[in-house]
RNA sequence: GCGCCCGUAGCUCAGCCGGAUAGAGCGGCUGGCUUCGAACCAGCAGGCCGGGGGUUCGAGUCCCUCCGGGCGCGCCA
């Protein structure tokens, strides 16, 4: 019994983990980030000195902007301590602590909550001169994010464009505020999925290894589509002739013996597979660092190295009774808790291969470097944008490589379907005695994207009673239900041209071109981002094809319209004017006094702590939710407040100074999930 | 059976790890382009936050329980 409310108070942190990095310290130099965080400071000084209060302060947002900038709802808590009122405590503290810096006034409001309202003209004086530039600390402390982890053996779909989006957004973020990143994406080359591929080659086409590099090196055929369809009729092979498994298993031995026509026509596949995905994602923004491969954990036996970790320090033993005997396991005390009737789990099987849960354990210890081994690696190909990707050999290259691995911290982008398996790679650290380490691996967790029943009649499929009930209907790989990326991509770029086109008529076509590509990435990454990570997603395409309400153009047209007013600024022959030398504070708290503006300005200035914000929490939501929102305020004003066209003076700078300020940090936020400004829509 | 996730407006989803009067988009209805761009803006309608207990000064948020839905629980990956 005892077991059982311990095994509650403290539950197995899993897929959400939370919490921020504590061995990380930044300088924020960021206005409203830093008022909030010198004031948490000044108020936990006076409450600790005044009224022994230990507990941390922390403010929240008031419900109603007129209250002011910030909540301080200690008061309540302090009642209970001192035995009297919250509203005559709160009283108490704003009588008694005096002036607070950057804080204009104190008020009392409800039944004890304290308000803070914010010396407007300074916090304003502070962004017209620009905060100084942020001084990061020298980050040793590197985060490894590992995502996209598509097999090799078919073109992407829509739920590895989630995966994609995801992790390389969480990367902008982190990136964003200073962090040290370095992007993984692995590639399992040597799987089931690609055999499957190689025995629908060989015995259903019965193509031999240069036939199928010519067909993939062949511009007009598109591989990666090809191999989809040759997948899912490999798997309805298999399903009608249950015997063919064997060619299956045949395969898997010799890709893994590494030699042969079979093993040369699996490195074929994947290898062109892998560049279709990699050329793919580039067309999303989306970049790697660098590729580890299985082949090469198998190689270099990573494996034989993690093996003989986990038996010396007995995270695995060798069962000799019941269905497992002849395997090596983790007990299922490992990773199960308390729990009663969990298995033990197989980690080499009773013929001496390993599983996958193995192989993930040893990759999961050589990105902490604790593994005492490390791969190779050869550059594998540079981005137009000049970034360069390498990728793991099993043998020394050319050219001396960065030093990859070593992460403090890493991220793992995997769907929630996984974090049985994930929490077996954390236990297997914990077992070894990596404490920490285990601590510092985070199933970065996310629901499935499903299709909509409409979405699947629409792509041909035949549905059963039971499923056109249902909210959505499961992408499947082997049946080869799913929506293609770059079909979806293409579909995009095509109704954004339609847009375009028919607004900006006398353009040229390829110009048109670049804006409507630009539109789609932003519709298309805004729409993986719009929904928190715990929700899944049924894709409908006409809710993805949307330009208008909460979308990525939407945002991106806020930008435009933003950008036209200085445009045409120009087109009058008129410079921007020099706004720290025409605004000073009385003229910032003149123009201040106007609430939508004050409220414009503080929440175009709190970009750096939603970026925090969405670290701490490990939500790229929360970015995008703030972009649309700043958007929506900035429409707002456009339509409210003719700016080229105000009389007067002041308020005309004040404006202009605004408009200029609202946009770019409505760029830098567009630019962190991953999404550029076209220069017309 | 066990574990995890979800249930908030007609639909799709937010709600800052307990705070003040419940938020947005879409869809519906009504208005707004001779203005810095209407991929926009304004307004209206629409909610016992699945049900019930509990903890608390305070619960959509935490705990328990029930109902409904989803995903996991292989010597597959």
């Not at 301080?72 to 009283?91: C, D, H, K, W």
């Not at 006034?105 to 308000?115: C, D, F, H, K, P």
């Not at 902490?368 to 594998?380: A, I, M, Q, S």
């Not at 894709?539 to 330009?547: G, N, P, V």
């Amino acid at each position: 019994m005892l077991c059982r409310v311990r095994a509650r108070a403290f539950p197995a942190p899993a897929a959400c983990k939370r919490g921020g990095a504590p061995g990380i310290v930044i300088l924020v130099n960021e206005v409203f980030h830093r008022l909030e965080q010198d004031l948490t400071r000044i108020f936990a000084d006076y409450l600790s000195a005044r009224y022994g209060w230990s507990a941390p302060v922390s403010f929240e947002q008031p419900r109603q902007p007129e209250f002011g900038e910030l909540a301080l709802p200690v008061a309540f808590q302090l009642a209970r301590q001192l035995r009297r009122p919250p509203r005559a405590i709160a009283e108490e503290i704003v009588r008694e602590i005096g002036a607070v810096p950057g804080v204009s006034a104190l008020e009392v409001a409800g039944s004890g909550y304290i308000n803070l309202r914010f010396d407007r003209a300074r916090y304003a004086r502070q962004l017209v001169e620009g905060p100084p530039p942020e001084t990061f600390p020298p980050s040793d402390e590197k985060i490894i994010v590992e995502h996209t982890n598509i097999n090799p053996n078919k073109a992407a779909h829509i739920g590895h464009l989630r995966n994609a989006v995801l992790g390389d957004t969480f990367v902008r973020i982190l990136r964003a505020r200073g962090r040290n990143v370095e992007v993984q994406n692995y590639i399992d080359n040597t799987g089931v999925q690609v055999a499957d591929v190689v025995v629908g080659f060989q015995r259903l086409l019965g193509k031999t290894p240069e036939e199928v590099a010519a067909m993939a090196a062949d511009p007009s055929c598109r591989f990666d589509y090809f191999c989809w369809d040759l997948y899912a009729r490999v798997s309805a092979h298999y399903a009608e002739h249950p015997q063919a498994l064997a060619w299956r298993q045949q395969a898997l031995e010799e890709i893994e013996r590494g030699h042969g026509d079979t093993a040369r026509m699996a490195a074929i596949v994947s290898d062109a597979v892998m560049h279709a995905h990699l050329a793919t994602m580039w067309r999303i923004g989306v970049t790697y660092d660098v590729l580890p491969r299985e082949s090469e954990i198998l190689r270099l036996q990573f494996w034989a190295t993690a093996f003989e970790l986990l038996r010396e320090r007995g995270a695995i033993y060798y069962e000799t009774q019941g269905k497992n005997a002849g395997c090596w396991v983790m007990p299922a005390a490992a990773f199960a808790g308390e729990q009663e009737g969990e298995d033990s789990k197989v980690i080499v099987r009773s013929n001496g291969t390993v599983t996958y849960v193995g192989k993930d354990i040893a990759y999961q210890l050589w990105k902490f470097g604790l593994l005492g081994k490390d791969f190779y690696y050869r550059p594998l190909m540079v981005y137009p944008d000049g970034h360069r990707v390498w990728v793991t050999a099993d043998t020394p290259g050319d050219e001396p490589a960065p030093q990859f691995g070593h992460g403090k911290r890493v991220y793992n982008v995997i769907d929630s379907r996984q974090s049985y398996l994930q929490d077996i790679v954390a236990a297997g650290l914990r077992a070894l005695g990596f404490e920490k380490e285990a601590e510092n691996s985070i199933h970065f967790a996310y629901e499935m994207v499903a299709l909509s029943p409409r979405c699947a009649a629409e792509l041909g499929f035949d549905l059963t009673a039971e499923e056109r009930r249902r909210a959505f209907v499961e992408v499947s790989g082997r049946k080869g239900l799913g929506v293609k990326a770059d079909d979806l991509i293409d579909k995009l770029i095509e109704k954004a041209l339609e847009e375009v086109a028919s607004r900006h008529p006398e353009d040229p076509p390829e110009k048109q071109r670049a804006v409507a590509t630009q539109i789609a990435v932003g519709a298309l990454r805004y729409f993986m981002l719009k929904y928190t990570r715990n929700a899944i997603i049924a894709f409908d395409f006409q809710e993805a094809l949307s330009f208008e309400g909460e979308t990525g153009p939407y945002v991106q047209y806020a930008v435009v319209r933003a950008r036209s007013i200085f445009r045409k600024l120009e087109e009058r022959g008129e410079q921007r004017p020099d706004y720290a030398a025409e605004l000073d504070a009385a003229a910032l708290e003149r123009q201040l006094r106007h609430e939508p503006f004050w409220q414009l300005l503080l929440m175009a200035s709190k970009v750096d702590a939603v970026l925090e914000r969405a670290i701490l929490m490990g939500e790229p939501a929360h970015v995008a939710k703030y972009a649309f929102q700043l958007a929506q305020a900035f429409n707002n004003f456009y339509h409210e407040y003719p700016i080229l066209s105000e009389p007067d003076r002041e308020r005309r700078i004040f404006l202009l100074w605004l408009a200029d300020y609202v946009r770019s940090q409505l760029e830098r936020t567009l630019g962190v999930l991953g999404i550029s400004c076209p220069e017309y829509m």
